[in-house]
């Protein structure tokens, strides 16, 4: 058992430290507007921490985030059910739904920024276009796949229209939306930083900038650092919320 | 997909027609009534086309934009597919390599713009790291799937005739895992397409970004969005191309999910 450990734990632990090393020795022999080493960056980080600017920004950022995923998920699923309800309704409008879905809605960040201008609502906007499409377009796709059948035994039995989406449609389509929330988690992340960047400067993203602007670099891998903790572990939070709605799909 | 299901999808070019009308109608009809003039409608857009089209900064725009993500995806191409085979054959690099690849893959790729900007200064280099940094990732991150979903008895096979690691690698846990390397393909390309307009944004280099940057800033939104629909145009025809091979060139691969 603990030789288990060892072996499943040790190239892990020692990439770790492998890295966090190649991290400091290149810190030290670059200049330091290009590399800082570990420590230093761990020094800044705690600066940051200490003075409570680090969970300030970071609130704000999460606080736009769950804004634009939350409002992706409550248009999207909804739009995403009733598609899987009426094929007729799926049919005219999948195609566009794979469009905008393939669509890089970066490239729309400028339009917003010249109507909407500055303030919580246009970072928002861009939030919830990231989002919403991967939630629709995959919604689509598994309601594709919803037999009709499914629908018109329910019918024989004399199902209520209420009866019919609760034990039909939503456990069918579920699933398939929550594969598109962890994809909508990953782009609404990128949608989040991106907002943060072009549009108003707010939340991690204006830590990021203030720091580069000042070639603060410690502060900059401090603040990506924390980005990337996040980003993990939202990514991590998709999968098991996918997983647990998947089970039957598997 | 049997020809059963096929065939209810035939009249659909109809709904789907109406529908477009429907949404070209509303579009023009919302921004006439609610939005400022400057605003782009699809008749505003439709007379802007050919202008933007035969305009010169536009399509050296285009081919700027174009030609950097076409690299970025070569370099970022050799980059994952030796990451993703380390890791999907070999179970210490797994070990030791998967979390920074997952990390790398997790983290929203904007992030490096700044210190590759401080980097590599405000030029096409910027733009190029960021492209490989965007898709290099995700190609990895597939191709290791790929090469762990290799069949044991495949290798076995192999093995027992005598091969080399060398040829078992090229000739067996290569073409197996081809539909995973298109599946993260079409992902790198969505991706690196992205990149390159966000570094365009932040670096202000020529490029299809900067065009649309530019543009909407004077207030010229119609020739803006013109550079937005084309850019929508190559995400659906990537997409479109990498299902096609897909299908006509790995006919044996299904989807765990079994649409295909």
């Keep these: ?250 | 997909m049997t020809d059963a299901a096929l065939a209810p999808d035939r009249p659909t070019m109809l709904p789907r027609l109406y529908a477009g009308a429907a949404i070209v109608v509303l579009w023009e009809l919302v921004v006439r009534g609610f939005a400022p003039s400057y605003v782009a409608t699809p008749f505003g857009i439709a007379m802007a086309l050919p202008r933007v089209l035969a305009d010169a900064t536009f399509l050296k725009a285009t081919a700027i934009t174009l030609g950097a993500v076409a690299e970025g995806l070569v370099i970022a191409l050799a980059i994952g597919t030796v990451l993703g085979l380390l890791i999907g054959r070999s179970l210490v690099a797994d070990r030791a390599l998967r979390h920074y690849v997952n990390a790398c893959y997790a983290v929203p790729m904007i992030v490096v713009l700044p210190l590759v900007s401080l980097w590599f200064g405000y030029t096409g280099a910027a733009r190029l790291a960021t492209i490989v940094f965007a898709a290099s990732f995700s190609i990895a991150v597939n191709v290791a799937d790929g090469a762990r979903a290799v069949p044991r008895d495949y290798l076995e096979v192999a093995h027992s005739f005598r091969s080399s690691e060398g040829r078992a690698l090229f000739e067996i846990v290569l073409p197996a895992s081809m539909p995973y390397f298109l599946a993260g393909l079409r992902l790198a390309a969505g991706r690196a397409l992205i990149a390159a307009v966000v570094a365009e944004f932040f670096t202000a280099i020529p490029g299809l970004g900067y065009f649309i940057l530019y543009n909407s800033r004077v207030f010229r939104h119609n020739d803006a969005f013109v550079a937005v629909l084309l850019l929508g145009g190559f995400g659906v025809g990537f997409d479109a191309l990498v299902n096609y091979a897909t299908r006509r060139y790995l006919p044996w691969y299904r989807r765990a999910d079994g649409d295909n």
């Design chain 1, 1 to 250: 058992m603990r030789r288990d450990l060892v072996v499943r734990y040790a190239p892990f632990t020692l990439s770790l430290i492998v890295g966090a090393a190649l991290w400091e020795i290149g810190g030290r022999y670059t200049s330091a507007a290009f590399l800082v080493p570990l420590s230093e960056t761990l020094v800044r980080l705690e600066q940051l921490v200490q003075s409570g600017e680090l969970v300030r920004q970071t609130l704000s950022s999460l606080a736009l985030f769950f804004v634009g995923l939350g409002l992706a998920a409550l248009v999207g699923a909804p739009a995403g059910l009733a598609l899987a309800r009426w094929p007729a309704l799926r049919r005219a409008l999948d195609l566009y739904i794979m469009i905008l879905y393939a669509t890089p809605m970066v490239a729309l960040i400028p339009f917003i920024l010249s109507l909407m201008g500055f303030g919580f609502a246009p970072k928002v906007l861009v939030v919830f276009l990231f989002a919403v499409f991967p939630i629709l377009y995959n919604t689509v796709e598994g309601a594709r796949s919803l037999k009709p059948e499914l629908i018109e035994v329910a019918r024989s039995f004399r199902s209520s229209e209420w009866a019919l989406w609760r034990d039909v449609v939503m456990p069918y389509t579920l699933p398939f939306a929550m594969t598109g929330l962890r994809q909508a988690i990953g782009r609404a992340l990128v949608g989040m930083i991106a907002a943060e960047f072009f549009l108003s400067s707010t939340g991690l993203g204006q830590l990021i900038m203030t720091a580069s602007q000042n070639f603060d670099t410690g502060g900059l891998f401090a603040a990506i650092l924390v980005i990337v903790v996040l980003g993990v572990g939202l990514m991590r939070l998709g999968r098991a919320i996918e997983l647990h709605y998947a089970r039957w799909r598997v």
